[in-house]
């Protein structure tokens, strides 16, 4: 039964959720911390260093980026320019989500969203050689709505979002180089979509809704692999609050009849069903067995760990009301990414442009600011963090670019960003 939490429960659910996140985290970055070898190759693997970077710098570099040291910067791509003179393919305006994908040659490849309006959004990709030079630029996907974020598969193919009240879910393909043509996945449901998740193991997709009022959704495909049928689900948690918005507490899982929307909207049908509410789902990544995702109106980075039967606790791992009430500095929260150490990088929309991260031991600190970017009283937006296959380049994009950009060009310039740097050790 749903039921509201009562204060004098708060604080022992939270350890008990808490507790077992933990032990999921430390699982997951349990390779990163010993040494994996055979006698053939005695070298451990890479630790994350993150938790160990020092302070921003107090004067930004030539690309208005404050870093840590030594951490360095490069633009990748800018909004209406070929990243590469050998490319057609001139940058998308509003570059939101993003993912890399190896390929077979020691490259790489990073697709990234466009979330133009009204038929003008889509998907384009930037593709790196072995030794990090950017070779070639193309199209994913035209033709679709706000193009907002999305998620990589195990399979290596990138899910699109349209985040509109008629939004789909699109599998692109970028180890195709755009030469096969995008998939739209209506099982995943019609619905304002911001990001998706793809638990490897299982194939289960894990859909964020970008509402006040929206809700926390699976996708369990009839076959591993295989977007085109399934079952599209809604997590009620059993702890809410008095308007069915959720807390700390245990998910479960109701059916949505109708994923095509056709007569009832998604969300209408899931919340009937029980379902809870989740207020403006963002940023979604599956990393180690846990489920991270951020709801941005009340400023909370969630972790699920979903269990053999697919329920599971859910737990808050930053908000301001109980865990970090003397924060004032991560505001806007939206597109996220996880290290494979564990650590959850959110990048803000609005404030001071910083990406933040949570490491493993609960520490927040800055990662990057990015200066310079804002439109008048508009504020920047910064979007879809990735790293490299490496681990040690990180992607992201400035979505509205600079007013210097706006005033010269009479549009919005986004631009992508390339930081190297010592993010292991």
């Not at 699982?27 to 994350?48: F, W």
């Not at 509402?211 to 369990?220: A, K, P, V």
């Not at 049928?229 to 998910?251: H, I, K, T, Y």
């Amino acid at each position: 039964m749903v039921r509201m939490i009562k204060s004098h429960e708060a604080l022992s659910r939270r350890q008990i959720l808490r507790a077992g996140l933990q032990g999921c985290v430390a699982l997951s970055a349990g390779p990163l911390v010993s040494a994996c070898h055979s006698d053939n190759n005695p070298a451990p693997t890479p630790v994350s260093n993150i938790a160990n970077v020092g302070p921003l710098s107090v004067v930004p570099d030539s690309n208005g980026l404050l870093l840590p040291e030594g951490f360095s910067s490069r633009v990748i791509a800018r909004t209406g320019e070929t990243p590469v003179a050998s490319s057609v393919y001139p940058w998308h305006g509003l570059p939101d989500g993003g993912a890399t994908f190896a390929l077979p040659d020691g490259g790489w490849i990073y697709a990234s969203n466009s979330e133009e309006p009204s038929g003008t959004g889509g998907v384009g990709a930037v593709e790196f050689s072995a030794d990090g030079d950017v070779v070639d630029a193309y199209s994913l996907l035209t033709g679709t709505t706000r193009n907002c974020a999305g998620g990589p598969t195990p399979w290596g193919t990138w899910l699109s979002c349209e985040e509109f009240s008629q939004g789909a879910v699109w599998e692109t393909f970028p180890l195709e180089r755009g030469q096969q043509p995008a998939v739209r996945r209506d099982a995943l449901g019609i619905f304002s979509h911001e990001a998706a998740a793809v638990d490897p193991d299982t194939g289960i997709v894990y859909l964020t809704e970008d509402r006040t009022d929206g809700c926390f959704y699976r996708f369990i495909p009839a076959v591993s692999g295989d977007l085109s049928s399934g079952q599209l689900q809604a997590a009620v948690v059993d702890m809410v609050d008095s308007g069915n918005r959720a807390l700390e507490g245990s998910v479960s899982w109701v059916d949505v009849p109708d994923p095509s929307a056709a007569v009832q909207s998604t969300r209408v049908q899931a919340q009937a069903a029980g379902a809870s509410i989740f207020q403006r789902g963002e940023g979604c990544w599956f990393q180690g067995g846990v489920v991270y995702f951020t709801t941005t109106t009340d400023t909370i980075v969630w972790a699920f760990t979903p269990g053999a039967s697919g329920d599971g606790p859910i737990t808050q791992i930053y908000n301001r009301t109980d865990l970090y009430p003397a924060d004032t500095s991560l505001n806007g929260i939206d597109n996220i990414t996880v290290s494979d150490g564990g650590d959850v990088l959110v990048a803000e929309d609005s404030d001071d442009n910083q990406i933040q991260v949570l490491t493993p031991g609960g520490e927040l600190l800055p990662l990057l600011q990015l200066t310079g970017h804002s439109i008048g009283n508009l504020p920047g937006e910064l979007t879809g963090p990735a790293f490299d296959p490496s681990g040690t380049r990180l992607y992201f994009s400035s979505q509205r670019g600079t007013l210097a950009d706006f005033q010269a060009q009479g549009r919005l310039i986004g631009v992508t960003f390339e930081i190297s740097g010592p993010f292991l050790v």
